[in-house]
């Protein structure tokens, strides 16, 4: 049987990496070589309804082992990587028994991860840990969630006493560009509840995420001689300027953290004649997300009341939310994950995130889904590593969701 490293490390052979604003999915052709191969391996390893669709989402099925009812769970990982990063000619290294001196990746190019900018490497010393040469991301973001449920799946084939129902499992493309979970077949998937194999540090636990929507205002102005202005010109880009100066400097992503919401200016372009902001709006509560949209209008009435009704127009559009309300009301969800973590002898992180995840666009679509840690660290660039324990207790948790499910039963 192979090691869920060697695992690990064959997946991170192919570039898989996805690229914005591309008309097609995958957003990129090399990723469908890998899933090909993907599909491959799990046929290989036994798993039964292995499915690749012409945009390159896999799906397959461990059958139960028992006919005890127990609901069928699922678990997701995406396996394009970052665009941010090159994923090409990725050459892994494996630092041994790790001393928590600094790491250094590409000796000649002085590319080295230092203990001083990367404090999260203290954690994992005398663990082997795999870095790259310095020069691509690792992909544990997210392969190491693919080989940590392959394994998973293998080790339950392998190990038929241990009792567990109907599990799938669900591969997905462009989740690095907010697009991997909206063509998930959550229906043919078919699952109670499932979660996403994405996270990063041992022992996290994510299943708050923000409310999210964006702003865009539209400002007319009238553009006349400045000599001849008095009391006719109107500069849309100085009122642009007046409805930026008019958000809270408390309330932005640079003065904010934990469970504080913020607006966040995304880009301002303008003359006097026309001007235009986008901002993006950002709140864990639903309710103070409501009132964060409200202060976005009455910026808009406030300055139509001082330069004429038209001159700012908004318009405000929802973009996802906070998955909390979908996965609260089926609690077990949660503590069967917590109950996982604990079962492999590590302590839960539980976190909200300070952004999106593909899970809840999936909880929204009816299937709840928390993320748990899939073991890497500084995600989307070359510092990217990941150690091996990571990597074998997040495996374990895939197990121990499978028992705990199978033992609550229906
Ligand atoms: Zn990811």
Redesign the pocket.
């Known amino acids: 049987m192979k090691t869920i490293t060697e695992r690990f490390l064959h997946y991170t052979t192919f570039d898989t990496q996805s690229a914005e604003d591309r008309n097609q999915t995958p957003s990129t052709d090399k990723q469908l070589i890998f899933a090909r191969y993907l599909k491959g391996e799990l046929e290989a390893e036994g798993l039964e309804d292995v499915e690749m669709d012409a945009e390159g989402y896999i799906y397959a099925t461990l059958p139960a082992n028992t006919d005890a009812p127990i609901p069928t769970i699922g678990f997701i990982s995406?396996y394009d990587t970052s665009p941010d990063c090159s994923g090409a000619n990725i050459r892994p290294r494996i630092v041994e028994n790790y001393d928590g001196s600094d790491i250094v990746l590409d000796a000649e190019a002085g590319i080295v991860t230092d203990v001083k900018t990367f404090p999260e490497l203290l954690a994992h010393v005398g663990e082997d840990i795999i870095v790259t040469d310095g020069h691509t991301l690792l992909g544990a973001?997210?392969k190491a969630?693919i080989a940590e449920i392959v394994q998973a799946m293998v080790w339950l084939r392998q190990h038929p006493e241990v009792k567990h129902g109907k599990i799938r499992v669900g591969f997905n493309p462009d989740?690095?560009i907010g697009l991997g979970a909206q063509k998930f077949d959550v229906e043919k998937f078919g699952c109670e509840w499932a979660y996403t194999m994405?996270g990063g540090e041992v022992g996290e636990l994510e299943y708050e995420c923000f409310n999210a929507a964006a702003a865009k205002y539209d400002i007319k102005g009238v553009s006349v001689h400045t000599g001849y202005a008095k009391g006719k010109m109107i500069n849309a880009a100085r009122i642009a300027a007046e409805l930026v100066s008019m958000i809270p400097e408390t309330d932005l992503p640079e003065t904010t953290e934990g469970y504080e919401g913020f607006y966040h200016l995304l880009s301002s372009s303008g003359s006097c004649e026309q001007a235009s902001l986008t901002f993006i709006i950002r709140d864990h509560d639903r309710e103070k997300f409501q009132e964060r949209k409200a202060f976005m209008e009455q910026l808009a009435d406030r300055l139509n009341a001082k330069y004429g009704e038209g001159v700012v127009s908004v318009s405000l559009r929802d973009q996802y939310f906070n998955m909390r309300e979908k996965v609260e009301p089926v609690r077990h969800v949660v503590d069967i994950a917590l109950k996982a973590i604990e079962n492999v002898g590590v302590t839960p992180l539980v976190r909200a995130i300070r952004g999106g995840t593909d899970g809840a666009q999936l909880s929204f679509r009816g299937l709840p889904c928390p993320n748990i840690f899939?073991g890497g660290l500084n995600?989307h660039g070359p510092h990217e590593f990941l150690p091996i324990p990571s990597l074998e207790k997040a495996m374990k948790v895939v197990i121990e969701i499978c028992k705990l499910t199978a033992e609550r039963g229906k």
């Open positions: 995406h973001d997210d969630g989740e690095e994405d899939a995600f």
